[in-house]
């Protein structure tokens, strides 16, 4: 690896280091989380997300920022939610055990509507299961891990590029949405050093959550939304005297346990600020898909090989093409659907037992799935996908 | 509801009172002596925040007309630590019960009282969960009865003051809610403190604890505060015991230690000298 | 010294001499001293027999000292006054001549003689020969004893803080002497504080007085405790212990006095200092000057009971944040070598006087409330005011004796109250010149230096002094002024005087507590209810209690000068004391003879001083001399005579029983009287010279607790026609509480008297201060019909009194 | 020492505490009783009306024994009581 040349000199005060560097995927979120404004990190040391941790521990306090390790990842979420509400974007790091406890304060974040971005560097479970390897079992549990209901957002970074870019994003969307995001990458995206392009600061698109307009009286309504079904968002110490709580509440913020009313119209605005804007959130990539017979549907690290599969199938002349979703939640079920309509059949190969391959099924119809799982420390290998690709070619 | 022309009134969410709780909880002595010190502190109350957890005192954030956030069940001093780093001009005051400080948020107290975290922690001890219908908890007293000791009490009770003390607390001190004057000066002091401060407040809940161990009205609980309540200031807080005949009560640790944002803030400014 | 001999001497080596003494015509005037002589020459052990005019002169004492060493004498007894006065004197005698002086005895021919026998010559001279028989035959059975040296603590103890007990703890404290001032309520100053202007110097007194309070605030020897109360006093000269109750201020040393906690303090109450003339918060300082400047909480008044603090006001208030309701009650322990009592005295509370109105018409005031008024720092700025109208009164009237000299009030004359009277009438005269002022008296006592010219000057200035005071004094309903009527003894004419105010010229009284003080230190209090000093002559300033002594109006009704001068006095007693280091203790004490001890415990249970614990597993008990105090109750009530008491053992008591009732026994009253109290009753009975029958012989003890039954039971043996047992009144008891022991026995013995069919009239039990001569001597009078009743039989009957049963 | 203090002080009205204005918000009140119970001054005791909540709120027996102490106020978990100074005007509080 011949790449610190391309890495200018470390100016500590500066935030977003531009330029083209070669860097580790979990020192890329960080850098990206810095460039989208993040300066509060809670966290809990925890492989393979430790990383991130401790780039933050070295960065924020350079630029003015808050690291603090907390004593577990109960702590951590609670953190982030106290500081989103004090004003600074927050966010924490962690993978599958660490991403079970948050569970509780993730359902409080979204509940009090607080904007924040939790990564889960996702790795081999159940339970302690394998901390170095790779995995991609906890998206089902980042859509419905927390009790109640809700919609989440969730983006899928595949490469270290992307480590930096969606974390921007994220952030981008839970400022607009009041939501907590997530990022779910896994141990080898998070490990994986690869040339990265940092682009100014200036063409860094950077959203900030809305603020009240109104000045602070009595009446102030902290959850009452706009159009966008979004409240805008005051924050501790600008005299609004809010109240906000994990209980059901109504507009003012005020406990409303009793009516069955306040609760049906929160709990259904918590997912419509989600669903109605579905369009503006979900991202994907197409590749090769304009005359294809066969699609790959794939997401993260297994993405990656499935990419270069297709690549492979066109080079024999078969017409195969992949559909990666970036949100992994809200899922890209429309794109889905109108490809399953055009191609033979669908390939979903994904590091787990077969969770986003339901989604895909539901959205695919009578279209056949075939679903590659692969758990353990390997990901798919280009031919494991070129043989079912070729198989159905036949 | 009426203009009352109450001298606390700016203090409370008018719209939100009367509270929720029971006829004689302490609950309410505490909310009256945290408004009376604010008020002759003349604190900014646009710079004060109050969070409090799960349990009815957990309700108190919802009636001080403040900024206020009520967490999840043991969680107020996390979200707390997150607000107050991200914010240091904040004044951040968390309110809560014996159960959620320090029976399921028991962790996050200690470390809190660790770091000295600049956050000021009041904690309404009544010795059970009084939301849930009075069940033990962590400071039960021993032989007491509630609705899950049946049999009477058999698990010791937590010493929070001995325990904040033990933790690294800057300030700490016990009163009754009897001892309203006390108690007042108490949290006039904590606000005015640097670090970690913990004030226990014993405190009454008539309705369950009272009527399970024979002070069936809210005035025999405040005459056990007033017969068995003895003041020794600064004495070992080990040996501060709360028994049916005696209530330790006073100040037991007040010193000077560098708070968490005080040695974050010297930090950062020495990194940015290097520079 | 001869001790070692004397020990091992056979009784016919006994060697007495006896010299009777004439007290110039004081004994001589009323007793044949020849013949009492001669008869002495005639008693067993007798080598010589002498009488000289007075045996306490130099010549007198140098005589016995040859008399010793020429004629080898190895007992001593000296038939003169009472021991209450020359046993120490004639004492050292003996040991200048090397005889140990607890061989020395006395006989008290004059008071319990000569002067209240004075016209019965006979009868006195025949009493004389048998108090010389009595003393002579304990004389034979005396021992040399051996007196312990105890150390004495260089601390001292003042209990009361007016000017006296300032003055006395500021010359020990210079001195060198640790001092603490012990002052019970909340500043030192006492009544002199109160006061507006001295005379007859007529300065301002808080001014000269305020000075010294403050230089006993600071010095640094001594201690202040005030708002203090002594609980206990244990131990003896040159060794107290003291407990002092030190009551909390609720407001720490840091006080500034400033003021604002009273100014924000809601309750308020009438300042005691001002008389009720003016009012103080709960939360107060009594006066400008107090020391310590220390405000102090009134918790009766306060509204902060028990431990809730229901009001804030005074904390909140306090800048330096000094109040602290936390304060808990101290109890000191001080080890002390001396004591100087000086706790003042109270004023005549007047309105038991009906006849004057006293807190029914407001416009007739006291004496001490006009000092308050007059007091420019006082209620009314100095200003004297009519209460009803608060305006200057043109005429006022002062009424002398108020409480003092009359069966009314106290007996006594209170020293003071004239020429307090003659000051306040000038000082009305120095402000408003035109005031008509009046002073009805009955004696105008102007002894003092000055005085008279004070005196004077008020006559010069016009005040009008008229002899005799009104009979009663009522109010115009209109003019709310003052009708007096009384005799004008001068003139013999009736008078009816208006004037628009009445001072009431009170008094002075003991405290009405002094009867705890009196407790704790062992005092004794005259007539008029003040502490008794050693000696009304030669020791004013002791207290019959060894290492205490007295200071100002404690003492007796004085003014500020002779309060101070007893002060220093009192200080410089105690600083002699202090100066030696140590103190010989007299040897009476009691000792056990553990071979006849059966371990019953019966003494431990009547100790007064718990010098004597059990020893079970030895089935005996164990004696603590140096604990022991003396009183001899032990040795009375044990049963197996295992215990001895030094100096009045049985062999001594019975040996003066029985040579009392050698002769004529059936005609006699044998009394047994405690050294503290009966005996020195029957010595002011002397001293007071108040006759009553020559048939009582008096036998001393150091306590009546030391009269066993068996004392009792053998005169009665002897055939005695009656027995007296005397001692200091409950309470009073010199050793605590050992006469409740006498008591106790003599109820036994008249319950055996009656099992006998003895006239138990015959036993007669009465308890006697040092101040009752009278109940003395009545007693005496009263048991002669007892006496005369008597018959041959009934003596017979008696002895059986000895045997068991 | 003991004096008898049976006159009226001469600065008796100088030193005259302020008079006292209790004010009892009746609905507010749950009858725990606190203030009767620990009033230094027993100024208050229960009354027979019944207030929404349906208890017997307290009743001022003599406002002329308050002594402004402000206890009744500061111990009532209701804020349904507290005291003022008379005749002046602006409510202020017991600080």
């Known amino acids: ?173 839970a400022e607009s949405y009041r939501v907590p995001v997530f990022v779910l990458a896994d141990e080898i995206v998070g490990h994986m050093w690869e040339r990265v392009t940092i682009p100014n600061a200036e063409s860094i698109k950077i959203v900030n959550r809305k603020k009240p307009t109104a000045p602070p009286s009595n009446s102030f309504a902290p959850f009452k939304p706009d159009e966008d079904l979004v409240p805008p968002m005051a924050v501790f110490g600008e005299g609004y005297h809010f109240h906000a709580t994990g209980l059901t509440h109504d507009e003012r913020g005020y406990p409303r346990t009793e009516s069955a009313e306040v609760q049906t119209q929160l709990v259904q605005r918590l997912c419509n600020k989600i669903r109605k804007n579905k369009q503006k959130i979900v991202r994907f990539e197409n590749a090769m898909l304009e005359d294809a017979e066969v699609a790959v549907v794939a997401y993260g690290i297994a993405a990656r090989a499935a990419l270069s599969a297709v690549r492979k199938a066109r080079a024999e002349d078969i017409k195969a093409g992949l559909l990666r979703p970036l949100t992994i939640w809200p899922f890209p079920d429309e794109q889905v659907a109108e490809l399953a309509r055009r191609v033979k059949a669908l390939v979903v190969p994904e590091m787990n037992c077969g969770q986003i391959v339901r989604e895909v099924e539901r959205a695919a119809k009578e279209t056949p799935v075939i679903f590659l799982p692969k758990l353990g420390e390997e990901p798919h290998k280009p031919e494991e996908i070129l043989d079912v690709i070729r198989g159905i070619h036949r | 509801m009426e203009e009352s022309g109450h001298p606390y009134e700016k203090f409370l969410r008018k719209d939100r009172i009367p509270h929720i709780w029971c006829e004689g909880c302490g609950n309410g002595i505490i909310l009256n002596c945290f408004a009376r010190a604010l008020d002759e502190l003349n604190m900014d109350l646009n710079k004060v925040v109050v969070v409090s957890g799960i349990g009815c005192i957990g309700r108190v954030s919802g009636y001080t007309n403040t900024d206020s956030f009520h967490t999840t069940h043991g969680r107020p001093i996390a979200f707390a630590t997150g607000v107050k780093l991200a914010n240091p001009e904040l004044k951040v005051v968390v309110i809560s019960g014996d159960g959620d400080l320090f029976a399921i948020g028991g962790n996050h107290f200690i470390h809190a009282a660790r770091r000295n975290l600049d956050i000021q922690v009041v904690c309404a001890n009544n010795f059970i969960y009084g939301m849930t219908g009075g069940q033990y908890g962590p400071t039960t007293p021993l032989d007491t009865w509630t609705t899950t000791t049946p049999y009477g009490n058999i698990e010791q009770a937590f010493n929070l003051v001995h325990l904040a003390a033990a933790c690294g607390s800057v300030y700490v ?88 944002g005080r040695l974050l803030k010297e930090m950062k400014t020495r990194i940015a000298e290097k520079k | 010294m001869t001790l070692p001999e004397v020990q091992t001497q056979q009784k016919d080596d006994l060697r007495i001499g006896v ?90 021919i004059r008071e319990h003689c000569s002067w209240v026998h004075l016209y019965e010559k006979e009868a006195a001279t025949e009493k004389a020969k048998d108090l010389v028989r009595m003393a002579v035959a304990k004389a034979a059975l005396l021992e040399p004893e051996t007196e312990s040296v105890v150390p004495i603590i260089n601390k001292a103890l003042v209990i009361g803080g007016g000017v006296a007990g300032i003055q006395a703890a500021l010359d020990l404290a210079d001195t060198g002497y640790k001092v603490f001032l012990v002052e019970k309520e909340p500043s030192i100053g006492g009544r002199m504080a109160q006061i507006d202007k001295t005379f007859p110097t007529m300065d301002c007194s808080i001014c000269i007085l305020a000075p010294k309070m403050s230089d006993a605030g600071r010095h640094p020897n001594i201690e202040l405790l005030t708002n203090s109360d002594i609980l206990d006093v244990k131990g003896y000269i040159g060794n107290f212990k003291v407990k002092v109750l030190k009551k909390p201020r609720y407001v720490t040393k840091d006080c500034s006095a400033c003021g604002d906690c009273a100014t924000a303090c809601p309750v308020t109450a009438p300042n005691e200092f001002d008389l009720g003339l003016a009012t103080r918060h709960a939360i107060y300082t009594p006066f400008a000057q107090a020391v310590p400047s220390t405000y102090i909480v009134d918790r009766n008044l306060c509204l902060n009971k028990e431990n809730i603090i229901v009001c804030d006001k005074c904390i909140k208030a306090c800048e330096r944040k000094t109040i602290d309701f936390n304060m808990k009650p101290e109890t000191l322990e001080l080890d002390v070598g001396t004591i100087i009592v000086a706790t003042g005295a109270d004023v005549y509370d007047p309105a038991s006087l009906v006849n004057y ?30 209460p009803t109208d608060m305006r200057i009164p043109k005429s006022v009237a002062f009424i002398q004796c108020v409480g003092s000299r009359s069966e009314k009030g106290n007996l006594y004359c209170s020293n003071v109250c004239c020429m307090n009277t003659i000051k306040d009438a000038l000082l009305i005269k120095e402000h408003w010149p035109e005031t008509e002022i009046y002073v009805y008296y009955v004696d105008i006592r102007a002894f003092g230096k000055g005085f008279e010219d004070l005196y004077k000057r008020a006559r010069k200035e016009g005040v009008h002094f008229i002899r005799g005071l009104p009979s009663e004094i009522w109010e115009d309903r209109k003019t709310r002024g003052l009708w007096l009527v009384g005799e004008n003894t001068l003139l013999r004419e009736v008078y009816k005087t208006n004037v628009e105010m009445v001072i009431l010229s009170i008094g002075l009284q003991p405290r009405v507590d002094s009867d705890i003080i009196q407790r704790l230190c062992n005092l004794s209090r005259t007539p008029d209810g003040f502490f008794m000093e050693a000696h009304p002559k030669l020791r004013p300033v002791d207290a019959p209690t060894g290492g205490i002594f007295l200071a100002g109006c404690a003492e007796s009704p004085k003014d500020i000068k002779d309060s101070v001068t007893q002060a220093s006095a009192a200080a410089a007693r105690a600083s002699i004391l202090m100066a030696q280091g140590k103190v010989t203790v007299e040897a009476i004490t009691s000792q056990l003879t553990p071979e006849s001890c059966t371990g019953c415990q019966m003494c431990v249970k009547v100790c007064p001083f718990n010098a004597i614990t059990s020893v079970p597993e030895l089935k005996k008990v164990e004696l603590i001399e140096a604990a022991c105090s003396g009183c001899g109750t032990c040795s009375a009530e044990c049963p197996f005579n295992a215990i001895t008491m030094h100096h009045f053992t049985d062999a001594q008591l019975f040996a003066q029983i029985d040579a009392a009732t050698e002769v004529d026994a059936d005609k006699k009253i044998v009394a047994f009287c405690c050294n503290w109290c009966s005996y020195a009753g029957a010595d002011f009975a002397g001293v007071s010279r108040m006759q009553y029958p020559t048939n009582v012989r008096v036998i001393r003890t150091m306590c009546s607790g030391r009269v066993a039954p068996k004392f009792v039971e053998r005169a009665f043996a002897r055939g005695a026609a009656a027995v007296l047992v005397s001692g200091c009144h409950i309470g009073d008891c010199h050793y605590i509480n050992a006469n409740l022991q006498t008591e106790k026995r003599v109820e036994r013995l008249w319950k055996k008297m009656e099992r006998l069919g003895l006239n138990k009239n015959r036993l007669q039990l009465v308890w006697v201060s040092a101040a009752e001569g009278e109940r003395f001597a009545s007693k005496i009078k009263e048991m002669q019909s007892t006496v005369s009743n008597v018959n041959p039989e009934e003596i017979e009957k008696s002895r059986k009194m000895t045997e068991r049963g | 020492m003991p004096v008898r203090t049976w006159r009226r002080p001469l600065d008796a009205d100088k030193v005259k505490p302020p008079q006292a204005e209790v004010h009892i918000i009746k609905d507010r009140c749950k009858g725990c009783g606190y203030c009767i119970e620990f009033c230094p001054k027993d100024v208050l005791e229960e009354s027979n009306e019944i207030n929404k909540r349906g208890i017997h709120p307290p009743k001022v027996i003599d406002e002329e024994r308050c002594a402004l102490c402000g206890f009744c106020s500061a111990v009532c978990p209701d804020f349904a009581i507290y005291t003022t100074e008379k005749n002046c005007k602006e409510k202020k509080t017991t600080k």
């Not at chain 3, 018409?361 to 420019?376: D, G």
Request: with cysteine.
């Open chain 1, 1 to 173: 690896m011949t790449t610190t040349t391309t890495t200018p000199i470390e100016k500590p005060r500066q935030i977003v280091r531009s330029g083209r560097r070669f860097i580790s995927g979990d020192i890329a979120c960080a850098e990206g989380a810095i460039a989208a404004g993040c300066r509060f990190f809670a966290g809990y040391p925890i492989t393979p997300a430790t990383e991130i941790a401790e780039h933050m521990a070295r960065r924020l306090p350079q630029i003015d920022g808050v690291y603090i390790q907390m004593e577990d990842e109960i702590a951590s979420m609670a953190a982030i939610i106290g500081a989103s509400y004090a004003g600074v974007k927050s966010m924490t790091a962690t993978s599958g055990p660490g991403f079970s406890l948050m569970m509780e304060n993730i359902g409080l974040a979204l509940m009090t509507e607080t904007p924040c971005v939790i990564v889960n560097v996702m790795r081999g479970g159940p339970s302690t299961g394998q901390p170095t390897m790779p995995g991609q079992q906890d998206v089902m549990q980042a859509r419905w891990g927390s009790h109640g209901d809700y919609e989440i957002i969730a983006l899928a970074p595949s490469s270290v590029q992307e480590m930096f870019d969606l974390t921007i994003d994220a952030f981008n969307l």
């Open chain 2, 173 to 260: 001190a016990r009163w009754t809610t009897l001892q309203t004057r006390w108690l007042t000066e108490s949290i006039k002091k904590a606000l005015q403190k640097e670090g970690f401060s913990f004030i226990e407040v014993v405190s009454q809940c008539p309705e369950i604890f009272g009527r399970y161990n024979k002070m069936e009205t809210a005035i025999k609980m405040m005459q056990w505060f007033k017969e068995a309540s003895v003041v020794e200031h600064f004495s070992d807080p080990a040996k501060a015991e709360i028994t049916p005949h005696r209530i330790v009560t006073g100040e037991f640790v007040d010193i000077e230690k560098p708070s968490y």
């Open chain 3, 19 to 108: 010299y009777v003494c004439h007290c110039g015509l004081n004994i001589a005037g009323t007793v044949d001293c020849e013949q009492v002589v001669a008869f002495a020459a005639t008693l067993p052990h007798v080598v010589l027999a002498k009488d000289n005019r007075y045996t306490c002169s130099d010549q007198g004492q140098e005589l016995i000292k040859k008399d010793i060493k020429e004629h080898r004498l190895n007992r001593v007894v000296v038939a003169s006054c009472s021991p209450r006065l020359h046993e120490p004197t004639f004492r050292r005698a003996c040991e200048e001549a090397g005889l140990n002086k607890y061989l020395f005895e006395m006989a008290n």
């Open chain 3, 357 to 386: 109105g006293y807190t029914k018409y407001p416009n007739v005031i006291t004496s001490l409330e006009f000092e308050r008024l007059i007091n420019a720092g006082g209620p009314s700025a100095g200003h004297l005011l009519r």
